[in-house]
């Protein structure tokens, strides 16, 4: 009877000892033991990461819907423009996950070390490109986006800030993509978790001028994201370059490689690609939405913070079945891959599957939480309720993807996004949107429909196995 007693609690005990061993980040080998222990260590910082980086987002846009549909139109459409920053950011982050992954799986910590220095390189050689034209044509970039003239006015020095400041995006991402591939997610959450709590405090302070703070509008927002992101920054460099036994940082490695950032730059193209065409689909989608309301901008962009809320935790899964492909290919073990991609996509569809009934039912009174405008609720629960939809599918689109990525196989997801998006969704969109005069919805029900498509045509390729002989 007692032992009967004792076993949820002797249960409970042992979970809650695993997940302060992940939110450590204890050292690990992930080539070995339970395979769902393994997803459990690597997901639990990663997705408390994701959730991170997905609450500069929820909180920008708390406090920025309180300034009206100009303001929330502007970090809307410049949010957009940086999904290119983030594309490229993630593009080389993947690929130096796939490189670090695989030489800690082969047990070569100095090689590995070796390859994440050098990616820090190419992306603050990319983000000073992206500064200067931040700097200098920020008008005409929210012009481009469709932007009214009241938008520019309002928002031009938010753009500016943001696009002047990339680098704190990028360094952020590539060096939680080396951490990642070494296996250590847990030095990646806890960036973002220092980024979040101080933007958490300076964005309200510098949008609304509380306390000894100047009252900044929108333009506060960026300021107090750009710090954040600065500081969550200056903390992954103090733990990379102290260095630790799977990731032996030294100064011998601080030396330029070529030939290394030759193959990242390789691998990059795929991943870079990819997100890419995502980022340039959402980008069209946004274009297309402008074409008739401000505030169905607004609604659609206060939605798409929330989906991101949801969509980004859902990537730490993702992401933690890349680490577990790259490692266990380079250790020499194709099948426990395998094993790992199904297990993690399985537990990413109980998460989104929840998530979408959650959305699907409660959408007026979320959406309501950042603006009470009658029109941008109606626009915010019409897309919320019909991306949610392919929630479902979409836990298994992201997964496959990233293993694919993990095994440094980025051209095969490159194809897929090309196919399903450029090809698929945005034609959809204009039909449904534009030709079929559905305005926006016609936009937001392409969304689920091609990434359905998207999802079902990674599920064939991974079956399939070429992704196991790849070799970087």
Not at 170 to 190: D, K, Q, T
Not at 415 to 435: D, E, H
Request: with cysteine; net charge positive.
């Amino acid at each position: 009877m007692s032992s009967t007693v004792l076993k949820p609690t002797s249960r409970l005990s042992k979970y809650f000892h695993l997940f302060l061993d992940a939110v450590r980040g204890k050292e690990q080998d992930f080539t070995k033991g339970s395979i769902d222990r393994a997803i459990f260590l690597l997901a639990v910082p990663m997705i408390l990461e994701m959730a991170m980086e997905s609450l500069f987002a929820v909180v920008d846009a708390f406090f920025v819907s309180k300034l009206g549909k100009y303001a929330i139109a502007t970090v809307g459409l410049t949010e957009l423009v940086l999904t290119l920053v983030y594309t490229i950011a993630i593009g080389v982050s993947m690929s130096a996950t796939a490189l670090v992954a695989r030489r800690t799986g082969e047990k070569n910590h100095e090689a590995a070390a070796h390859a994440g220095i050098q990616t820090i390189y190419i992306g603050i050689g990319i983000s000073i490109l992206i500064s200067i034209i931040g700097i200098f044509y920020s008008k005409e970039i929210l012009h481009a986006m469709g932007a009214e003239a009241a938008v520019i006015e309002v928002g031009y020095k938010y753009t500016r800030i943001m696009l002047a400041g990339n680098i704190v995006i990028m360094m952020l991402f590539l060096i939680n993509g080396i951490f990642r591939g070494v296996g250590n997610a847990a030095i990646a959450m806890r960036s973002l978790w220092i980024a979040n709590g101080i933007n958490i405090i300076l964005c309200p302070s510098l949008i609304l001028g509380l306390g000894p703070f100047p009252e900044l509008g929108v333009t506060g927002a960026a300021i107090a994201t750009t710090i954040g992101r600065g500081t969550g920054v200056l903390y992954q460099v103090y733990h990379l370059m102290k260095g630790n036994q799977l990731l032996p940082v030294m100064k011998k490695h601080l030396a330029v490689s070529w030939n290394i950032i030759s193959v990242i730059l390789k691998t990059s193209i795929g991943g870079t690609l990819q997100f890419f065409i995502a980022s340039c689909s959402w980008i069209f989608l946004g274009r297309i939405i402008a074409e008739f309301h401000s505030e169905a901008v607004s609604g659609h962009t206060i939605a798409i913070r929330i989906i991101v809320f949801a969509i980004l935790p859902a990537w730490g899964m993702a992401n933690a079945a890349a680490t577990l492909v790259g490692q266990n290919l380079g250790a020499g073990y194709p099948e426990r891959a395998e094993k790992s991609v199904w297990r993690a996509g399985f537990l990413n569809f109980i998460f989104l599957g929840f998530i979408s009934v959650l959305f699907i039912t409660f959408a007026p009174w979320i959406i309501r939480l950042f603006s009470e405008d009658p029109a941008i609720v109606q626009y915010g629960v019409q897309s919320l309720r019909y991306i949610a939809i392919g929630y479902i599918f979409y836990a298994y689109g992201m997964v496959i993807p990233q293993a694919f990525n993990g095994a440094g196989d980025t051209m095969t997801p490159t194809l897929l996004n090309f196919f399903g998006f450029w090809c698929f969704q945005i034609p959809l969109a204009y039909l449904l949107a534009i030709t079929l005069e559905w305005g926006p919805v016609g936009v937001f029900v392409s969304i689920p429909i091609a990434e359905t498509a998207i999802a079902i045509a990674g599920i064939w390729l991974f079956k399939r196995g070429k992704w196991k002989k790849v070799k970087i």
